[in-house]
């Protein structure tokens, strides 16, 4: 819904909110189901049920629990028989500077005394962290602080030991510290976000005395997105693509009329200088895993020439799909998601025509577009935006842009064959299929929450709920990761499988569309029927749920061999197979004979 | 502003933020003729109507209010 998209109206979602959420709930968007705990030190209605909107937006239904009125440390280190039936799946802590109970009170005080109020302060926090996460080792999402409006000693409140901005900004530095060093915990920065929005606005002492609101009331909604982006982000939910505009967009003016040597880009000028900037920003995103793509009304050789140009920062090697045609943009969006094998739903697109704007967002209601009116405005509006919101870093993330690549050349060489089997095995295929070894633990889980489409139970995982399976014997794991002569696709399989006697139930089975067509999941289903036969299981019970995006593996367990056991109206159906007479399928990939380096 | 027009604006207002239709107000509606006017909607209702009428309560006033009336002598004198 384009008004719970970044920049949204916080002044009309606080007043329409009930009709909002009824019209969400209507709409017939099937979401994951998430239990979200939180615990405030003021009132949190109006943050809970801005969230509520945003996560209902985002594919997510919240169930809520909130803690008393500023009880959260009460809940957490003495806890609460309410909390503890509600097992929350994420815990949100909604603190601020209001909660400070050590603040520096006089000039007096020599630093050893701030610092062990500092320390004291920082402590009574580590305390909820320790018990939430020995409790219900679940993923935390903890406000930093916010600085306050008010200073006696002006500056001198920034840097000074006795001052409150001093004391804050040092506790803001060992929050950060402590989520560096814990995975599954997670920093709401209101710090930058009370900056951006300015302290005037944000603060509003009148709304404490009268309703214990920790902020004013319209940025309410600006800490739940806030809040709404890293929990979508913990789930897989971020955009994938940033799909982008040339003209006006990352250069200033019209390739085709002023030609290369015309365009507005470099140093020089200003507005030269603003695209570079641009152009710059938009690169750091390629180094976070986030793939980039050029949709452009130009002639190809125009569109090509322009990202040569010396001053670009984007060369054509930076973009994993260049559609540069006269076609309807929403056609090109559409090619370039098949191309890459993702839903045109994962991309954000950016132009500086507000009319292809609103095409894309008439054809695809659910991608974010930015338009943009400035290079600055552009910038911001992707910060704010949150569609690429990190909460974790996997090497797989670093080197994404190469395999998507790769993927071209193979395309390419597949088209120099006749007989496919010929092809795959052209590609010289070295599969790893192993346990699920700590270090691949992360990656496993960002695979499991973001796989849509090749996923046959979509069931999630947080990270500690998958540590817990991991390191459970009634588990068989499968991690597959695939290599050829074109590069290493990293892990792209995962599989998991219930003991339960002599039958195995397939809890989750998905693969990354990266590698469809190549037999990995024949390469999987050998090394998991081997592994049933060393633990005496005879026959192998699969299941699929289906969902709007999973249906290409609706067959999966049909094309196996499976026999079919039931099939329910809603489309989900079940299946077994007799492994005592299983012969192997893949003949193509060569399984565990080349190391894989595990760094 | 007279009474009329600030009681049009104000049922949209309350409409909006109870997301129903049918409610009417007069001068002598109270927390208590709407089913969901608990303390935390109070606390919207204030908002939104601060906002519609570009003015700000006073804190007592935000506390005081017995019903709808008073809301609207408020408004009439400093709303826009």
């Known amino acids: 819904m384009k008004e719970l998209i ?32 939180v615990l405030g030190g003021s009132t949190t209605d109006d943050i809970v049920s801005a969230l509520e909107l945003f996560l209902l937006n985002f594919g997510i239904e919240p169930e809520f629990y909130q ?99 001093a004391f804050i900004n040092r506790l803001n530095v060992m929050f950060s510290d402590y989520a560096r060093r814990n995975n599954g915990f997670y920093i709401n920065d209101i710090n930058y976000l009370s900056s951006a929005v300015g302290l005037t606005k944000w603060h509003d002492a009148e709304a404490w005395f009268l309703y214990k609101y920790a902020m004013r009331a319209e940025v309410m909604p600006d800490v739940a997105y806030s809040v709404a982006c890293i929990i979508k982000s913990v789930y897989g939910r971020n955009q994938k693509v940033i799909d982008l505009d040339l003209d006006n967009t990352l250069w200033g003016g019209v390739i085709g009329d002023d030609g ?31 793939l980039l793509a050029v949709c452009s009304k130009n002639a190809e050789e125009n569109a090509l020439a322009g990202l040569n140009h010396p001053s670009s920062v984007l060369k054509p090697d930076d973009f994993v799909s260049i559609k540069a045609n006269w076609n309807s943009k929403d056609l ?44 600055s405005d552009a910038m911001y509006k992707l910060s704010r935006g949150g569609f690429f919101e990190v909460t974790s870093i996997s090497k797989d993330d670093l080197n994404r842009s190469e395999m998507y690549s790769a993927n071209a050349k193979r395309n390419a060489q597949q088209k120099s064959f006749s007989n496919y089997q010929d092809y795959l095995l ?10 699920f070894l700590p270090v691949y633990l992360q990656r496993i ?42 590069g290493d696709n990293g892990v792209v399989s995962v599989v998991i499988g219930r003991c339960d006697d002599k039958t195995l139930h397939v809890d989750l089975w998905l693969m990354s569309c990266r590698v469809l067509k190549r037999d990995m999941e024949l390469a999987m289903l050998d090394e998991l029927v081997r592994q049933c036969r060393e633990r005496g299981i005879e026959k192998i019970i699969g299941y699929y749920y289906k969902t709007p995006k999973n249906n290409m593996v609706a067959e999966l367990f049909a094309s196996f061999g ?38 | ?65 017995k019903n709808v009336g008073e809301m609207i002598n408020i408004i009439a004198e400093r709303g826009n």
Not at chain 1, 9 to 18: A, M, P, Q, Y
Not at chain 1, 344 to 360: G, H, K, L, Q, Y
Not at chain 1, 471 to 481: A, D, N, T
Not at chain 1, 571 to 595: F, M, P, Q, R
Request: hydrophobic content about 35%; aromatic content about 12%; proline content about 3%.
């Open chain 1, 6 to 37: 970044y920049p949204f109206d916080s002044k009309f979602i606080l007043r329409k909110r009930r009709a909002i959420k009824k019209q969400l709930l209507a709409d017939g968007t099937a979401r994951i189901k998430k239990k979200i705990a």
């Open chain 1, 562 to 599: 499976f026999e079919n056991i039931s099939r329910s109206e809603n489309g989900d159906s079940v299946w077994c197979l007799d492994i005592t007479s299983y012969a192997e399928k893949n003949h193509v990939i060569k399984v565990n004979e080349k190391e894989f380096s595990h760094e």
């Open chain 1, 445 to 486: 889980t960002q695979l499991t929450n973001k796989s849509n489409q090749f996923n046959v139970t979509t069931k999630r995982y947080s990270e500690s709920e998958m540590k817990t399976v991991a390191e459970s014997p009634y588990h068989i794991r499968l991690c597959g990761q695939l290599a050829d002569k074109f």
């Open chain 1, 260 to 290: 290369v040597e015309g365009i507005d880009l470099g140093v020089e000028t200003a507005v030269g200088q603003s695209f570079v900037e641009f152009q710059t920003f938009i690169k750091k995103y390629k180094n976070y895993g986030v």
């Open chain 1, 332 to 375: 090109n969006i559409e090619e370039s998601a098949s191309e890459i094998g993702l839903l045109a739903d994962s991309f954000v697109f950016v132009d500086d025509n507000p009319a292809e704007c609103a095409i894309i967002e008439a054809q695809f209601p659910n991608v974010p577009t930015v338009n943009l009116t400035s290079v």
């Open chain 1, 67 to 165: 803690s008393e009125y500023n009880k959260f440390y009460e809940d957490a280190v003495f806890g609460s028989p309410e909390l503890d039936n509600f097992a929350p799946d994420i815990i949100y802590i909604h603190t601020t500077s209001r909660n400070l109970t050590m603040l520096p009170e006089s000039p007096a005080e020599t630093p050893e005394q701030i610092q062990e109020r500092l320390n004291n302060q920082y402590e009574y926090f580590q305390t909820i962290w320790t018990s939430l996460i020995e409790k219900f080792s679940c993923p935390i999402i903890q406000n930093n602080f916010e600085l306050p409006l008010f200073r006696h000693t002006g500056n001198y409140d920034g840097w000074g030991y006795s001052g409150t901005g």
């Open chain 2, 1 to 65: 502003m007279n009474k009329n027009e600030i009681i049009k604006r104000l049922t949209d207002v309350f409409r909006d933020i109870f997301d129903d239709d049918s409610i009417i107000i007069t001068e002598k509606t109270t927390a208590n003729d709407i089913d969901d006017w608990d303390s935390i909607e109070h606390i919207n209702l204030i908002g939104a109507v601060e906002e519609e009428f570009g003015m700000r309560f006073k804190m007592r006033e935000v506390s005081g209010m």
């Open chain 1, 426 to 435: 052209s590609l010289d295929m070295n599969a790893s299929i192993t346990d």
